[in-house]
Each structure stands twice: as C-alpha cells, then as structure tokens.
C-alpha cells in the first residue's frame, strides 16, 4: 500500500467531494446520489472453505460466517466477506482495518492466501429510487427486488466495464466495485445514464 501522504482517490481528478458539498440542498428530493466509497482495504482469500481452520480464522477476524452460497455477501456492517469463486473471497473493510495482515496470520500454517487490492479498485456508490433503472441501462444482470436483494453480489459488466456489484441495503444502494483505471470512464457513463434523473453527487462514508 502506498504512503497515505500520497494516496488519491480514483476519482479525485472530477473533485467529487465538493460537488457533493455544494450540490446537496440544491436537490434534497432526488431520486438518485451517486458517490466514491473510498480508501476501502480489499483483500482476496484463497482457501478451502472445508477448513475447519480455514473458516474459524475467517470468523475470528471478520465476525462472519464464510459465505459458501455463490455470489452473498455475509457483513457484520463494518467488514464485508463476498463470495467470488468456491474458494475465493473479498474481504472488505474500512480504510485502516488491520484485517487482512490478521486473517495472514491466522492462515500462515495452512495452503491460503491473502493477498492485498486495495489499490486496485475503488467503490461508486448509488442509491435511490432509481439505482436500478441506472444500472439496468448497461447491466445485464436482473436487478429486480426478488432476483437481486440485500445480501447478494455478482461479477458482471457495467457499460462493458468489469465490476462487482453488491446490494448493501433496500434503499436500494448499490456499491460497484471497479478497477481504478476505468473508474472514471465508468463514472462519467453512470452520469450520462442518470442524467435524465436529475441526480445528486453525495459522500458517502
């Protein structure tokens, strides 16, 4: 991980965080925000989900269950475990969590690996009335509520762009994790795609 005196966020260049400031009460009714989650530590585990040490180190450091149905997301709210593969995981956590140099540690005996992304994607989050409407227009998943609910994730493509997609609440909010280095063409998509919304730019935490 880099120095944090010279860490930026993906989409520090569109200055995200003043327009949420002064954008805010202009539009306190909108059906949708759109924000950057960022800074947030990822870590992918690899593993045999069979484990019984595999899986107490899992629970031990991350409060949760390891996830074993294909693409759920088990959460204590403050770290996230996500199904990727049947023995791959993403863990996430908020900027600083020691989580991942724990779960090392805790695996350092057993065949697993944790391995560090942090820097390799950042999270854009929607929210409101129409997160899914935006979605949809470049989302080949079924997003509707019986199909995509909280609690669940999927690998897709977002206007042919490779994300993650997670549903954190029935608000709904969405959190689109994407590799960095198409952040901001993916941003400037999703602005055009809800363009017809009247959205707000927010900060989340």
């Known amino acids: 991980m880099v120095d944090s005196y010279l860490r930026q966020s993906a989409l520090a260049p569109l200055h995200l965080l003043a327009r949420a400031n002064t ?3 202009d539009n306190p009714d909108a059906g949708l925000t759109m924000g950057e989650r960022a800074f947030r530590n990822q870590w992918v585990v690899r593993g045999q989900a069979d484990n019984d040490v595999f899986a107490a180190a899992i629970k031990q450091v991350t409060g ?5 149905a294909a693409n759920t997301v088990h959460s204590t709210g403050y770290i996230d475990v996500l199904w ?3 023995d791959e995981w993403l863990v996430v956590a908020p900027d600083g969590s020691d989580a991942g140099p724990r779960l090392a540690e805790a695996l350092k005996d057993i065949h697993a690996a944790v ?3 942090s820097e390799s994607r950042t999270v854009i989050v929607l929210s409101g009335d129409h997160a899914r409407d935006v979605l949809a227009k470049g989302c080949a998943l079924d997003l509707h509520p019986d199909k995509f609910a909280v609690g669940d994730c999927a690998q897709s493509t977002l ?3 490779h994300i993650i997609l997670q549903l954190r609440s029935d608000t709904p909010e969405f959190d689109v994790y994407v590799h960095r280095s198409f952040a901001e063409s993916l941003w400037l998509w999703l602005e055009d ?3 017809e919304y009247d959205f707000t730019v927010s900060n989340p935490a």
């Open 23 to 25: 954008g805010a009460a």
């Open 64 to 68: 949760s269950e390891l996830p074993l």
């Open 84 to 86: 990727q593969g049947p």
């Open 115 to 117: 391995t560090d992304v």
């Open 159 to 161: 206007a042919h762009i």
């Open 193 to 195: 795609a809800a363009a």
